[in-house]
């Protein structure tokens, strides 16, 4: 088993910033994937950003030059930094963590952004 604990979510208004981290522990060997989903009501969640062992990343088009995913492997921990934010990013953010064969996914964090 993988735990997932997530940090950092709160209200912004338009154009500022903030940050969410995720600390991974437990049983946390071949992690590959460490990534950031949200969702809103009434939808589907969404992918925000992932990256891979290796440092490899992917971004949603809606989020790229605005947001930036990073991870500190000593730490398990993996980061989103939100800039730039606007009021369509208003959700609830999930981490995720993949390791072969099996998925996990934190608690959530609402992220507000209103003026």
């Known amino acids: 088993q993988v735990q997932l604990v997530e940090s950092g979510g709160g209200l912004v208004q338009p154009g500022g910033s903030l940050t969410l981290s995720c600390a991974a522990s437990g049983s946390i060997f071949g992690i590959y994937a460490m990534g950031w989903y949200r969702q809103v009501p009434r939808k589907q969640r969404e992918q925000v950003a992932v990256?891979?062992?290796?440092?490899?990343?992917n971004y949603a088009d809606s989020v790229k030059g605005r947001f930036t995913i990073s991870r500190d492997n000593a730490k398990n921990t993996v980061y989103l930094q939100m800039n730039s934010l606007k009021p369509e990013d208003t959700a609830v953010y999930y981490c995720?963590?993949?390791?072969?064969?099996?998925?996990?996914w934190g608690q959530g964090t609402q992220v507000t952004v209103s003026s």
């Open positions: 995720n963590v993949k390791i072969p064969g099996r998925g996990f």
């Open positions: 990256i891979i062992t290796g440092g490899g990343t």
